[in-house]
């Protein structure tokens, strides 16, 4: 019912930026708090930067001050400016939201697919 396509991934040098977008479609209701997540190698899948519906941002601790996480609730797209990237935050990416549906207006938790940032000399 709902789908989440990121886009914005790729290879990137030490002290570099990338941008990561996630856009929302389907039988879309209202979105409440979106986010990002990451999952390195061998590694548990982490909270990076998530967004309520009112705009109120929490980070983690390793990514403060470098990352940078927005959203246009009037596209439905969410997302993370990456500045300052070093090596381990090399990792997959994928995006997450909190969408109430048209259908009954249940709640749905939804993810993309991800997309793969790679921060390499």
């Known amino acids: 019912q709902v789908q989440l396509v990121e886009s914005g991934g790729g290879l990137v040098q030490p002290g570099g930026s990338l941008r990561l977008s996630c856009a929302a479609s389907?039988?879309?209701?209202?979105?409440?708090?979106m986010g990002w997540y990451r999952q390195a190698p061998g590694k548990q899948r982490e909270l990076v930067a998530a967004i309520t519906g009112g705009g109120s941002t929490n980070y983690a601790d390793s990514v403060k001050g470098r990352f940078t996480i927005s959203r246009d609730n009037a596209k439905n797209t969410v997302y993370l400016q990456m500045n300052s990237l070093k090596p381990e935050d090399t990792a997959v990416y994928y995006c997450?939201?909190?969408?109430?549906?048209?259908?009954?207006?249940?709640?749905?938790?939804?993810w993309g697919q991800g997309t793969l940032v790679t921060v390499s000399s």
């Open positions: 389907g039988s879309i209701f209202s979105i409440n708090a």
């Open positions: 997450n939201a909190g969408v109430v549906v048209t259908t009954y207006y249940r709640y749905l938790e939804v």
